[in-house]
């Protein structure tokens, strides 16, 4: 085991009261050893992932095949384990499409949004190259909210 997972693994049942007794040091400490297995695990899970894709693919793809079904739920045998996979359903809508039906809706006289969702959005990289003229316009539509904070801890360089 690693140093970091052995770390979190010492608080990982710290409830946020005795967390919060920990000194800045340690709290520097805790978030870096956190990042470290965090990144560990991820990692494990891909090639864990891509190895039971390889090992078992071509027979979860050939039980799919057999019971008609490109979704849902698949067990397949693995000596002592029952493998169950789920396969889960990914819609992407053509946008393109989406648009021209959203036309002819409206040019025949009904509610789009009662037929979709509708949305704007401004990317904040095309935002900040336009011209302050373009941008003036539209500022009164874009809302500034505060999102989650993000901690970053580093030790004090010394004085």
């Known amino acids: 085991m690693s140093e970091a997972m052995r770390a979190v693994s010492a608080w990982v049942d710290l409830s946020v009261a005795e967390l919060m ?3 800045p040091m340690q709290t520097l ?6 990042e470290a297995a965090t990144a560990g695990l991820d990692t494990l899970r891909r ?3 891509a190895a039971l894709d390889a ?6 793809r050939r039980a799919c095949a057999e ?5 849902g739920l698949v067990d397949i045998d693995a000596d002592e384990v029952c493998l169950r996979v789920a396969i889960a359903e ?3 809508w053509d946008q393109t499409q989406l648009a021209a039906m959203a036309a002819r809706i409206a040019k025949g006289g009904e509610c789009v949004e009662a037929y979709l969702d509708i949305t704007y959005d401004i990317p904040e990289t095309r935002w900040s190259q336009w011209p ?11 809302l500034v909210t505060p999102g ?7 030790p004090r360089d010394p004085v």
């Open 21 to 23: 007794t920990l000194t």
């Open 29 to 34: 400490r805790a978030v870096e050893h956190l």
């Open 47 to 49: 090639n864990l992932d």
């Open 55 to 60: 090992t078992y693919g071509e027979r979860i």
């Open 67 to 71: 019971a008609g079904q490109d979704v």
């Open 90 to 92: 990914q819609v992407a």
């Open 132 to 142: 302050p003229t373009l941008r003036d316009s539209f500022a009164r539509a874009r």
């Open 148 to 154: 989650p904070p993000t901690y970053r801890l580093r």
